[in-house]
Nanobody
Framework: QMQLEESGGGLAQPGGSLRLSCVASGDIFSVTAMGWYRQSPGQQRERVALISSSGSTTYTDHVEGRFTISRDNAKNTVYLQMDSLKPEDTAVYYC??????WGQGTQVTVSP
């Protein structure tokens, strides 16, 4: 399977912003719907945003209006712009699409 590599996580204050990136290997990226997922300790992994191959987007209610998913097919990259961050956004964030292996994720911590 092809690989994904996430980056861009870190520490942010409540109300702050972070931008996550995910670079995909291989040649199926442009025709693959891609999602951002997150997992907190003791919680199940949940999908927070999805972008279709044509650019249509959907979001979970928890992040609607605060997060924006986008993609650059020329760079095989999907992004997650996270604004108005809340402590409950703290989690390891992963990107994923069918045909790819899960990456290592990137830690996002929101704390004063």
């Amino acid at each position: 399977q092809m690989q994904l590599e996430e980056s861009g996580g870190g520490l942010a204050q409540p109300g702050g912003s972070l931008r996550l990136s995910c670079v995909a290997s291989g040649d199926i990226f442009s025709v693959t719907a891609m999602g951002w997922y997150r997992q907190s300790p003791g919680q199940q992994r949940e999908r927070v945003a999805l972008i279709s191959s044509s650019g249509s987007t959907t979001y979970t209610d928890h992040v609607e209006g605060r997060f924006t998913i986008s993609r650059d097919n020329a760079k095989n990259t999907v992004y997650l712009q996270m604004d108005s961050l809340k402590p409950e956004d703290t989690a390891v964030y992963y990107c994923y699409g069918r045909g790819y292996s899960w990456g290592q994720g990137t830690q996002v911590t929101v704390s004063p």
